[in-house]
T-cell receptor, first 113, second 110 residues
Framework: DTAVSQTPKYLVTQMGNDKSIKCEQN?????MYWYKQDSKKFLKIMFS???????INETVPNRFSPKSPDKAHLNLHINSLELGDSAVYFC????????????FGSGTQLSVL | GEDVEQSLFLSVREGDSSVINCTYT??????LYWYKQEPGAGLQLLTY?????DMKQDQRLTVLLNKKDKHLSLRIADTQTGDSAIYFC??????????FGKGTRLHILP
């Protein structure tokens, strides 16, 4: 069984559209994250939620809105997509409290045309 | 700054040892990590070290930590073709953030 699963795996869309990426973890972890990996493979944290509460928001444009309906889910909604949003978006989860070990999903490759 | 620095590329002959180096910024970081990313996949935790340790060995992997110089290294003994991947160094900062380096692409020569 996949520990951290995100859908869709690929997302191709036009500029200006609104899209969502879903993430679910079955590890019982308290904390979930969204990371963005650009074409050079550089990885940057976007958001972190702990038990449905936002704890990290890394100066991401407010077109990006994370939503956590429960601690096992963290979805990412993106409004008015721009070309520069093209990247691979990774969901991850971890236990909290010292020695956080991140478990990553397999990524969603977003291409904005 | 917040940067975790590592060289972007490393080529090693099959059977040799690979050494990937990293420098981090926050002397209060409690844990330091090495993650591996294979093509088309997410990152997988390879190993980690607590900041009060100097060395950790796990089968072919050896992690060395020099806390004074804020330097972390990963040695892979007897490098195999399956070790070809991007290796990310990361540090756990005090504010619950895990910051990643830019990744070192390990290329295995036959």
């Amino acid at each position: 069984d996949t520990a951290v699963s995100q859908t869709p795996k690929y997302l191709v869309t036009q500029m200006g559209n609104d899209k969502s990426i879903k993430c679910e973890q079955n590890l019982g972890h308290d904390t979930m994250y969204w990371y963005k990996q650009d074409s050079k493979k550089f990885l940057k944290i976007m958001f972190s939620y702990n038990n449905k509460e936002l704890i990290i928001n890394e100066t991401v444009p407010n077109r990006f809105s994370p939503k956590s309906p429960d601690k096992a889910h963290l979805n990412l909604h993106i409004n008015s997509l721009e070309l520069g949003d093209s990247a691979v978006y990774f969901c991850a989860s971890s236990t909290r409290g010292g020695g956080e070990k991140l478990f990553f999903g397999s990524g969603t490759q977003l291409s904005v045309l | 700054g917040e940067d975790v620095e590592q060289s972007l590329f490393l080529s090693v002959r099959e059977g040799d040892s690979s050494v990937i180096n990293c420098t981090y910024t926050d002397s209060s970081s409690t844990y330091l990590y090495w993650y591996k990313q294979e093509p088309g996949a997410g990152l997988q935790l390879l190993t980690y070290i607590f900041s009060n340790m100097d060395m950790k060995q796990d089968q072919r992997l050896t992690v060395l930590l020099n806390k004074k110089d804020k330097h972390l290294s990963l040695r892979i003994a007897d490098t195999q073709t399956g070790d070809s991947a991007i290796y990310f160094c990361a540090e756990a900062k005090g504010d619950d953030k895990i910051i990643f380096g830019k990744g070192t692409r390990l290329h295995i020569l036959p």
